[in-house]
């Protein structure tokens, strides 16, 4: 990295918002994935002139850029892969309107997810993508990501909430797309950006849908002692046209993992829990709860609950919201997966996962939202044992593999970035890719920006990459 | 005619003299705002549509994909039009997974034929269009076009979850795919929506369905003035009730609408005060929710002093939801030289809409305006001749209008005007910002800009 | 750079550090994230450096020092995280490994000396200093300094005000004390008293014992107790914190109590966990399990005893700020909130953030000003806003902070621990 680049970038932006030293680099090369890659550089601007002024010295010194929000990500997507200048938004993090008449929201990529809610609901609003992160990751991020959450189902995820961009080209251009109010005449360039994993264009504004809250809630935990009756509930309850607001899965024996750790009653010998919630008008919730509760006693529920008030409700979603934590004291790492089948396929799917763990050796614990047919099978693995993890990166292609086997997708809402990008052949044919390419190519026509993601980097089908060890912890511990 | 002739016979070549159609009457019938095509094909499939594709990037014709031909006037002219594309041939069902709610479909289906066949299993596709005894699914979407059940379940966008297409390389492509939740890859499938054929060939969508309601409902308040009929209307919004649609209609509106409603069911026409602004409110959900809704609107009408309200049945409110549908459709033939605009500001506020009835007040036009899903307003300017004056006149409201909008940091097309008056304003409106990386999409998609050129925001 | 092994007690284990996913979730609980936003200065970037450090692959340098110094260990990162990492464990490891293998600056070295060695371990000398102390706020000096601008010169002047005032008479005359219950006897308690608590919070530990005897409980003052050793662990200096340990642990064995009480959660949250002091194979450790088994916060003994005394009405909006030692080193989140509501007439509104650390963080406040004050800053904006005339919360440091900031702030607004309020809504009035 040229000298005189970190010397502009200085006078630029002030050394409190630079930072250059190994110590430092080293601490912005992970996010949430198993992924690694070390930026050279990383910056943290205030306004969007400060990211169009930086964007143009990354292009003048050819030096790669990235976004990065709060680097909660699972599939690298906020990593520097080719090295450069990270900038990451996290200091962008002002609400710069809210439009409460109009439910809108104006805000800078560095706001927290859940501090939208938090600003907005006095007045009864709240921002509906909810992943699982929203305590802690950006709305830059999740607008990069296209993120869901387990009351997207209901709601959809984050593209369905954005009304407007605004945008630095690689080129330092700043454009500005869609409109506060929608519907804006000519093509949804808003529906192109949002998912687009940072990869056309780095944004720096969000205009955003705010929700009203539902009239009523309620939500049940339904018991099973087979996972195919489970998934029959799912299935039907789906076919019977029930939305429900959430409809999550969690498995048996990561059921037990959870009930060590936080002691909310739930079952020791079930073989798969449903936490569903409905949510909607009073004279909705009654109907839909007492249906969703007539289709899980239809598949042999061996018992439904329905939470009694807020307290209750609590206690059943921070079983489902510490499932991965528990999970992770029985081994000590895990590798969460993100396909997606279709909604009638789980039984089979869950079969499929669990032989796929046994072929491998690995325990597979499944906590998914199931009403939407999104997966995340977590393997345990010891990174200390560098076979393990290659075994766990092959196993996470065989389940992918089969998802798309079973009309499926690779990802829900974690992203491809340079996590899933070698497996996309599995599901684009040259052709796609090609398109693809010269959408890329018309916004970021030299991959300065965030290169090495989503498209694959080799040719050939699911060739396996070999990774660098994930995670190297103090030899004497 | 030889070149014409010369073009169908090397069309014919490609797919076969059944394929291709060149006579004068049928060319005619697929004219675009009076422009016609050299040639009409109709491909039985994806392959063949890409092949047409490849000839005309070739030999550089531009080709526009019609359905139904139901929207056609919707933008500009195409610039250039050799071949119609034809695309009603691909009607067939690929994939109904009722368990999934997931359907993937063929462009050319027609969209009262899928409703059909989707009912039999319970479901339904909320793409509730003008012209929907005819329209084609593709077309539909394409057009970019409200359904009247937006408010309720989104547009197209958030229910479409994939498409292939045929790329303006001749491509067969395809995004998304056929699950309800995907990120995988660029969403290149949204940017179909509304893009008037610019982009690619659809040749098959996916989209997510959805379960017929158990029981449907309706609700009409009038109200001897706008702003009894505004406050009505935020009342509802601030309760949250969850409505299917609500549309507020002007006295002119409601007489026009009235005088729709007559042709088949003269009886409830008169239901509607052709002195009131009305506010029509469409709901649905199960056998309890619908009589709480109805409940409530009552309620919420006479606190904002309705000068009259009732308490719909399933029959009459399909009734008076399937004329409202088709208002697109009607108002463009409500008088000899008619402009509709498409308007959207925030907060529809009385004082907006006001706004927009003094500037035909001014210009001594009859007027009519509606509110559709409580956020789109559709606004029609009603010239009585054909000539000149007419034209002038609305031509200077018609910038009045573009000026409103602006102004309230919203904005407007004009979705039907006579060609004339096309040719004069920018039916698109003012020239957008983003119009740059619009050009750089379309220049992606179509490099050579084959697919209805001309036809789309700022001369794409 | 020296082994580890140096550092008496328990040592995280490889599965410690690994129980880290480096999933992020902990960044926007972390007060210090939320001020900088560097993950250098988050939980997820701190454990990152400490593996790095401990692997050889960085250096132990002032950077390193400089991020684990800013850390309030404040522990509401242990309530984010999903995988349950014991971050305190971790973070106190780090700083033991500072402290016996870095150097710092001179006079860091020796206030720290002074403090956390020479200090906090005596109970005599911290009633000189307190009585020293005490001089200079009564004779007017404290007003001369003010008044003179000489604070500001010396850019004391906030810090100044983070003091403590000093009481006019000690609690100290109470240790080895028992007191009655009042009506029949529901639970025999020993006291924890502290130590600085001793010179500054007379009031609210005679209060603390009020309450309890109006609600049945015997309270045991046992007299051989010392400071619990909470700062001088959070700091690194681990071999005082075990001395500590030791002689606390000796003060309250044999009394057969039902529980070990303290209105510090600063505090407690040490004495809950003096097991971690002392690794397996150590001979105090298994006195230490009992020890901090038997160990409550005040506020969660009383809440799960349930109140008997009868509370008069009392008309007062009050908020609450969370302690972080006991939010998130206990996880005691509702005993407290649920006492506040059983005084009747209590209009209790949510404080936005009440999670987040007031800045206060023991000692935190004093050397790490700038952060504390802009932490503080930020409190007492969602603290105003909540228009409540009362703060509450559960800790002296936290009451000491949220003072200082209401006076700096101008919020008007008055600032009490939980036992303080249900005392003064005591219908009787016990004079122990």
């Given at each position: 990295?040229?000298?005189?680049?970190?010397?502009?970038?200085?006078?630029?932006?002030?050394?409190?918002?630079?930072?250059?030293?190994?110590?430092?680099?080293?601490?912005?090369?992970?996010?949430?994935?198993?992924?690694?890659?070390?930026?050279?550089?990383?910056?943290?601007?205030?306004?969007?002139?400060?990211?169009?002024?930086?964007?143009?010295?990354?292009?003048?010194?050819?030096?790669?850029?990235?976004?990065?929000?709060?680097?909660t990500?699972?599939?690298?997507?906020?990593?520097?892969?080719?090295?450069?200048?990270?900038?990451?938004?996290?200091?962008?993090?002002?609400?710069?309107?809210?439009?409460?008449?109009?439910?809108?929201?104006?805000?800078?990529?560095?706001?927290?997810?859940?501090?939208?809610?938090?600003?907005?609901?006095?007045?009864?609003?709240?921002?509906?993508?909810?992943?699982?992160?929203?305590?802690?990751?950006?709305?830059?991020?999740?607008?990069?990501?296209?993120?869901?959450?387990?009351?997207?189902?209901?709601?959809?995820?984050?593209?369905?909430?954005?009304?407007?961009?605004?945008?630095?080209?690689?080129?330092?251009?700043i454009?500005?797309?869609?409109?506060?109010?929608?519907?804006?005449?000519?093509?949804?360039?808003?529906?192109?950006?949002?998912?687009?994993?940072?990869?056309?264009?780095?944004?720096?504004?969000?205009t955003?849908?705010?929700?009203?809250?539902?009239?009523?809630?309620?939500?049940?935990?339904?018991?099973?002692?087979?996972?195919?009756?489970?998934?029959?509930?799912?299935?039907?309850?789906?076919?019977?046209?029930?939305?429900?607001?959430?409809?999550?899965?969690?498995?048996?024996?990561?059921?037990?993992?959870i009930?060590?750790?936080?002691?909310?009653?739930?079952?020791?010998?079930?073989?798969?829990?449903?936490?569903?919630?409905?949510?909607?008008?009073?004279?909705?919730?009654?109907?839909?709860?007492?249906?969703?509760?007539?289709?899980?006693?239809?598949?042999?529920?061996?018992?439904?609950?329905?939470?009694?008030?807020?307290?209750?409700?609590?206690?059943?979603?921070?079983?489902?919201?510490?499932?991965?934590?528990?999970?992770?004291?029985l081994?000590?790492?895990?590798?969460?997966?993100?396909?997606?089948?279709?909604?009638?396929k789980?039984?089979?799917?869950?079969?499929?996962?669990?032989?796929?763990?046994?072929?491998?050796?690995?325990?597979?614990?499944n906590?998914?939202?199931?009403?939407?047919?999104?997966?995340?099978?977590?393997?345990?693995?010891?990174?200390?044992?560098?076979?393990?993890?290659?075994?766990?990166?092959?196993?996470?292609?065989?389940?992918?593999?089969?998802?798309?086997?079973?009309?499926?997708a690779?990802?829900?809402?974690?992203?491809?970035?340079?996590?899933?990008?070698?497996?996309?052949?599995?599901?684009?044919?040259?052709?796609?890719?090609d398109?693809?390419?010269?959408v890329?190519?018309?916004?970021?026509?030299?991959?300065s920006?965030?290169p090495?993601?989503?498209?694959?980097?080799?040719?050939?089908?699911?060739?396996?990459?070999?990774?660098?060890?994930?995670?190297?912890?103090?030899?004497?511990? | 005619?030889?070149?014409?002739?010369?073009?169908?016979?090397?069309?014919?070549?490609?797919?076969g003299?059944?394929?291709?159609?060149?006579?004068?009457?049928?060319?005619?019938?697929?004219?675009?705002?009076?422009?016609?095509?050299?040639?009409?094909?109709?491909?039985?499939?994806?392959?063949?549509?890409?092949?047409?594709?490849?000839?005309?990037?070739?030999?550089?014709l531009?080709?526009?994909?019609?359905?139904?031909?139901?929207?056609?006037?919707?933008?500009?002219?195409?610039a250039?039009?050799?071949?119609?594309?034809?695309?009603?041939?691909?009607?067939e069902?690929?994939?109904?997974?009722?368990?999934?709610?997931?359907?993937?479909?063929?462009?050319?289906?027609?969209?009262?034929?899928?409703?059909?066949?989707?009912?039999?299993k319970?479901?339904?596709?909320?793409?509730?269009?003008?012209?929907?005894?005819?329209?084609?699914?593709?077309?539909?979407?394409?057009?970019?076009?409200?359904?009247?059940?937006?408010?309720?379940?989104?547009?197209?966008?958030?229910?479409?979850?994939?498409?292939?297409?045929?790329?303006?390389?001749?491509?067969?492509?395809?995004?998304?795919?056929?699950?309800v939740k995907?990120?995988t890859?660029?969403?290149?499938?949204?940017?179909?929506?509304?893009?008037?054929?610019?982009?690619?060939?659809?040749?098959?969508?996916?989209?997510?369905?959805?379960?017929?309601?158990?029981?449907?409902?309706?609700?009409?308040?009038?109200?001897?003035?706008?702003?009894?009929?505004?406050?009505?209307?935020?009342?509802?919004?601030?309760?949250?009730?969850?409505?299917?649609?609500?549309?507020?209609?002007?006295?002119e509106?409601?007489?026009?609408?009235?005088?729709?409603?007559?042709?088949?069911?003269?009886?409830?026409?008169?239901?509607?005060?052709?002195?009131?602004?009305?506010?029509?409110?469409?709901?649905?959900?199960?056998?309890?929710?619908?009589?709480?809704i109805?409940?409530d609107?009552?309620?919420?009408?006479?606190?904002?002093?309705?000068?009259?309200?009732?308490?719909?049945d399933?029959?009459?409110?399909?009734?008076?939801?399937?004329?409202?549908?088709?208002?697109?459709?009607?108002?463009?033939?409500?008088?000899?030289?008619?402009?509709?605009?498409?308007?959207?500001?925030?907060?529809?506020?009385?004082?907006?809409?006001?706004?927009?009835?003094?500037?035909?007040?001014?210009?001594?036009?009859?007027?009519?305006?509606?509110?559709?899903?409580?956020?789109?307003?559709?606004?029609?300017?009603?010239?009585?001749?054909?000539?000149?004056?007419?034209?002038?006149?609305?031509?200077?409201?018609?910038?009045?209008v573009?000026?409103?909008?602006?102004?309230?940091?919203?904005?407007?097309?004009?979705?039907?005007?006579?060609?004339?008056?096309?040719?004069?304003?920018?039916?698109?409106?003012?020239?957008?910002a983003?119009?740059?990386?619009?050009?750089r999409?379309?220049?992606?998609?179509?490099?050579?800009?084959?697919?209805?050129?001309?036809?789309?925001?700022?001369?794409? | 750079m020296?082994?580890?092994?140096?550092?008496?007690?328990?040592?995280?284990?490889?599965?410690?550090?690994?129980?880290?996913?480096?999933?992020?979730?902990?960044?926007?609980?972390?007060?210090?994230?939320?001020?900088?936003?560097?993950?250098?200065?988050?939980?997820?970037?701190?454990?990152?450096?400490?593996?790095?450090?401990?692997?050889?692959?960085l250096?132990?340098?002032?950077?390193?020092?400089?991020?684990?110094?800013?850390?309030?260990?404040?522990?509401?990162?242990?309530?984010?995280?999903?995988?349950?990492?014991?971050?305190?464990?971790?973070?106190?490891?780090?700083?033991?490994?500072?402290?016996n293998?870095?150097?710092r600056?001179?006079?860091?070295?020796?206030?720290?000396?002074?403090?956390?060695?020479?200090?906090?371990?005596?109970?005599?000398?911290?009633?000189?200093?307190?009585?020293?102390?005490?001089?200079?706020?009564?004779?007017?000096?404290?007003?001369?300094?003010?008044?003179?601008?000489?604070?500001?010169?010396?850019g004391?002047?906030?810090?100044?005000k983070?003091?403590?005032?000093?009481?006019?008479?000690?609690?100290?005359g109470?240790?080895?004390?028992?007191?009655?219950?009042?009506?029949?006897?529901?639970?025999?308690?020993?006291?924890?008293a502290?130590?600085?608590?001793?010179?500054?919070?007379?009031?609210?530990?005679e209060?603390?014992?009020?309450?309890?005897?109006?609600?049945?409980?015997?309270?045991v003052?046992?007299?051989?107790?010392?400071?619990?050793?909470?700062?001088a662990?959070?700091?690194?200096?681990?071999?005082?914190?075990?001395?500590?340990?030791r002689?606390?642990?000796?003060?309250?064995?044999?009394g057969?109590?039902?529980?070990?009480?303290?209105?510090?959660?600063?505090?407690?949250?040490?004495?809950?966990?003096?097991?971690?002091?002392?690794?397996?194979?150590?001979?105090?450790?298994?006195?230490?399990?009992?020890?901090?088994?038997?160990?409550?916060?005040?506020?969660?003994?009383?809440?799960?005893?349930?109140?008997?005394?009868?509370?008069?009405?009392?008309?007062?909006?009050?908020?609450?700020?969370?302690?972080?030692?006991?939010?998130?080193?206990?996880?005691?989140?509702?005993?407290?909130?649920?006492?506040?509501?059983?005084?009747?007439?209590?209009?209790?509104?949510?404080?936005?953030?009440?999670d987040?650390?007031?800045?206060?963080?023991?000692?935190y406040?004093?050397?790490?000003?700038?952060?504390?004050?802009?932490?503080?800053?930020?409190?007492?904006?969602?603290?105003?806003?909540?228009?409540?005339?009362?703060?509450?919360?559960?800790?002296?440091?936290?009451?000491?902070?949220?003072?200082?900031?209401?006076?700096?702030?101008?919020?008007?607004?008055?600032?009490?621990?939980?036992?303080?309020?249900?005392?003064?809504?005591?219908?009787?009035?016990?004079?122990?």
């Open positions: 990295m040229p000298a005189s680049l970190l010397r502009e970038l200085n006078s630029l932006l002030g050394s409190s918002n630079v930072l250059h030293k190994n110590e430092d680099l080293v601490l912005y090369e992970y996010d949430g994935s198993v992924e690694k890659a070390r930026p050279d550089l990383v910056v943290f601007p205030h306004t969007t002139e400060d990211v169009s002024r930086i964007v143009k010295l990354a292009a003048k010194y050819n030096v790669p850029v990235v976004g990065r929000g709060s680097g990500g699972l599939s690298g997507g906020a990593l520097a892969r080719g090295g450069g200048i990270l900038i990451v938004f996290a200091r962008m993090n002002r609400i710069l309107e809210l439009d409460l008449e109009n439910a809108r929201a104006v805000v800078q990529p560095g706001v927290v997810n859940l501090d939208i809610t938090r600003a907005v609901e006095h007045a009864g609003l709240y921002f509906a993508p909810d992943p699982s992160s929203q305590k802690s990751c950006t709305i830059g991020g999740n607008v990069a990501e296209n993120a869901g959450g387990p009351h997207t189902l209901a709601y959809g995820v984050t593209v369905n909430h954005v009304t407007a961009l605004e945008l630095v080209l690689p080129d330092g251009e454009v500005r797309v869609g409109s506060k109010h929608g519907d804006t005449p000519g093509y949804d360039l808003c529906g192109l950006f949002v998912g687009s994993e940072g990869t056309l264009a780095l944004v720096t504004e969000i955003v849908k705010l929700t009203r809250k539902a009239e009523a809630v309620k939500t049940l935990l339904a018991i099973f002692d087979a996972v195919d009756d489970a998934s029959n509930t799912v299935a039907e309850i789906t076919a019977r046209g029930i939305t429900p607001a959430a409809c999550e899965m969690v498995d048996g024996w990561t059921l037990c993992a009930e060590d750790y936080i002691h909310a009653g739930f079952p020791r010998d079930s073989a798969a829990i449903l936490l569903i919630e409905v949510e909607g008008l009073r004279e909705a919730v009654e109907a839909q709860a007492a249906a969703v509760e007539d289709v899980c006693r239809t598949h042999h529920a061996r018992e439904v609950r329905i939470a009694k008030d807020d307290c209750e409700r609590d206690l059943l979603w921070k079983g489902r919201k510490n499932a991965f934590g528990a999970l992770g004291r081994a000590p790492s895990s590798y969460v997966l993100d396909g997606v089948i279709p909604r009638s789980l039984p089979q799917a869950l079969q499929q996962i669990s032989q796929i763990g046994k072929k491998y050796g690995f325990s597979i614990g906590i998914f939202h199931a009403g939407d047919g999104n997966l995340h099978p977590i393997v345990l693995y010891d990174p200390r044992d560098p076979r393990q993890f290659e075994n766990a990166i092959a196993a996470s292609h065989e389940i992918l593999s089969y998802c798309v086997e079973l009309g499926g690779l990802t829900g809402e974690h992203g491809v970035g340079m996590e899933k990008n070698e497996l996309m052949p599995l599901l684009f044919s040259d052709a796609d890719f398109l693809m390419r010269r890329h190519d018309a916004c970021n026509p030299d991959s920006l965030n090495g993601k989503i498209f694959p980097l080799s040719k050939g089908c699911g060739e396996i990459r070999v990774r660098k060890q994930a995670e190297t912890l103090p030899a004497h511990v | 005619m030889t070149a014409t002739a010369n073009l169908a016979t090397r069309l014919e070549g490609i797919l003299a059944h394929r291709v159609v060149a006579a004068e009457a049928e060319l005619r019938e697929y004219a675009i705002d009076g422009m016609v095509p050299g040639a009409i094909v109709h491909p039985a499939s994806a392959q063949e549509a890409a092949e047409i594709v490849r000839f005309a990037i070739t030999e550089k531009a080709i526009v994909a019609t359905g139904s031909r139901s929207k056609l006037d919707l933008g500009m002219p195409p250039r039009y050799d071949i119609a594309l034809d695309m009603t041939g691909l009607h069902i690929a994939h109904f997974d009722p368990g999934d709610l997931t359907l993937s479909v063929d462009a050319g289906m027609p969209l009262r034929h899928l409703a059909n066949v989707l009912s039999e319970g479901q339904f596709l909320p793409l509730a269009v003008p012209c929907y005894e005819t329209s084609t699914v593709a077309g539909a979407l394409a057009s970019g076009i409200d359904s009247t059940l937006r408010k309720q379940y989104g547009t197209a966008r958030d229910f479409l979850i994939g498409a292939e297409f045929v790329d303006g390389q001749g491509a067969p492509c395809k995004s998304g795919g056929r699950v995907n990120v890859g660029y969403d290149l499938h949204k940017l179909l929506v509304g893009s008037l054929g610019t982009l690619a060939v659809i040749t098959r969508l996916n989209f997510r369905t959805f379960t017929l309601p158990q029981a449907r409902g309706g609700h009409l308040a009038c109200f001897s003035n706008l702003e009894g009929a505004s406050s009505y209307c935020d009342a509802i919004e601030k309760c949250g009730l969850p409505l299917a649609n609500l549309e507020t209609l002007s006295p509106m409601v007489a026009l609408t009235a005088a729709a409603l007559r042709e088949t069911n003269a009886e409830f026409a008169g239901h509607l005060d052709p002195a009131k602004w009305c506010v029509c409110a469409s709901f649905e959900g199960s056998e309890a929710v619908v009589p709480r109805a409940r609107l009552q309620k919420l009408a006479s606190e904002t002093a309705a000068a009259d309200s009732e308490i719909l399933a029959a009459s409110d399909a009734h008076l939801g399937s004329v409202s549908r088709e208002a697109f459709d009607w108002l463009r033939w409500a008088s000899p030289s008619a402009a509709l605009f498409r308007i959207v500001l925030p907060q529809s506020k009385p004082g907006d809409l006001a706004a927009l009835l003094c500037v035909a007040q001014e210009s001594s036009l009859r007027s009519a305006l509606l509110v559709r899903a409580a956020a789109i307003i559709y606004f029609v300017l009603l010239a009585e001749t054909e000539d000149e004056s007419a034209l002038h006149t609305l031509e200077n409201a018609a910038a009045g573009f000026f409103l909008a602006g102004a309230g940091q919203g904005h407007a097309t004009l979705l039907h005007a006579p060609l004339k008056l096309k040719s004069r304003v920018n039916v698109w409106g003012p020239k957008r983003d119009l740059g990386m619009m050009q999409v379309k220049h992606s998609f179509d490099p050579q800009s084959i697919f209805a050129p001309g036809r789309f925001v700022g001369g794409i | 020296g082994t580890p092994q140096n550092i008496p007690g328990a040592v995280p284990v490889y599965e410690d550090f690994a129980r880290c996913v480096h999933c992020g979730l902990c960044l926007n609980n972390c007060p210090t994230y939320r001020l900088w936003h560097l993950e250098g200065d988050s939980p997820r970037g701190r454990i990152r450096q400490m593996i790095l450090v401990g692997n050889g692959e250096p132990l340098s002032e950077g390193f020092v400089g991020h684990i110094d800013k850390c309030l260990d404040c522990r509401a990162c242990e309530t984010a995280c999903p995988s349950g990492v014991e971050y305190g464990k971790l973070v106190e490891h780090a700083r033991a490994r500072i402290e293998e870095y150097q600056p001179l006079f860091t070295r020796f206030a720290r000396n002074i403090v956390f060695k020479r200090l906090l371990p005596y109970p005599s000398r911290i009633a000189f200093a307190a009585r020293l102390l005490r001089f200079y706020q009564r004779s007017g000096l404290q007003s001369l300094a003010r008044a003179t601008g000489i604070l500001k010169l010396l004391l002047a906030e810090r100044e983070l003091l403590p005032r000093i009481d006019d008479h000690f609690f100290f109470e240790l080895g004390k028992t007191f009655p219950a009042q009506g029949t006897r529901r639970a025999r308690v020993a006291f924890f502290g130590c600085i608590a001793n010179v500054t919070f007379t009031k609210l530990n209060a603390t014992i009020r309450i309890l005897t109006a609600n049945g409980c015997e309270v003052v046992p007299s051989e107790q010392f400071c619990c050793g909470a700062l662990a959070h700091a690194g200096v681990r071999e005082t914190a075990r001395q500590l340990a002689k606390n642990i000796a003060a309250f064995a044999g057969q109590f039902d529980a070990i009480l303290t209105n510090a959660a600063g505090c407690g949250s040490t004495l809950k966990e003096y097991d971690h002091l002392f690794s397996a194979n150590e001979p105090e450790h298994a006195a230490a399990v009992v020890f901090s088994k038997n160990m409550r916060d005040v506020t969660e003994f009383l809440a799960t005893l349930g109140l008997v005394a009868t509370l008069k009405e009392t008309r007062l909006r009050v908020t609450y700020q969370d302690s972080c030692h006991l939010l998130h080193g206990q996880k005691v989140r509702e005993a407290p909130r649920q006492l506040l509501r059983a005084i009747p007439g209590i209009e209790f509104v949510e404080l936005p953030y009440s987040i650390c007031c800045g206060s963080a023991g000692v406040n004093v050397t790490q000003t700038e952060a504390a004050l802009d932490l503080l800053k930020e409190k007492m904006d969602y603290a105003k806003a909540t228009r409540a005339a009362t703060i509450v919360t559960a800790n002296p440091g936290c009451l000491l902070q949220l003072r200082a900031g209401a006076e700096i702030h101008k919020t008007g607004q008055n600032v009490v621990h939980v036992v303080e309020l249900l005392d003064s809504a005591l219908k009787q009035q016990v004079i122990p």
